[in-house]
């Protein structure tokens, strides 16, 4: 796998995570404590984690880009 198609399945599954995370169900679950309080405060973390491993991935594209002119 080329690291652009790890950078797009990363992206992918941060959109996906995103949705989730303002998905109404998602919100009511977390409003009404139906689920672990530290919930929200753990997807937050996937989404922040997941984006600084997309940086990392980004660097190494945009060198390979580079490389490629």
């Known amino acids: 796998m080329e690291p652009i198609e790890i ?3 990363f992206n992918s599954y941060y959109v996906n995570i995103q949705a989730i ?3 109404e169900t998602w919100l009511l ?3 009404d404590k139906k689920i672990d309080p530290e919930a929200a ?3 937050a973390d996937v989404l ?3 984006s ?3 940086g990392c991935v980004e660097e190494i594209v945009e060198v390979k ?4 002119y």
Do not use: P, R, V, W
């Open 41 to 43: 405060t753990h997807l």
């Open 29 to 31: 679950l977390i409003a």
């Open 52 to 54: 600084e491993a997309m």
């Open 7 to 9: 950078l797009k399945q």
């Open 65 to 68: 880009t580079i490389q490629n």
């Open 48 to 50: 922040h984690y997941l």
């Open 21 to 23: 995370a303002q998905n």
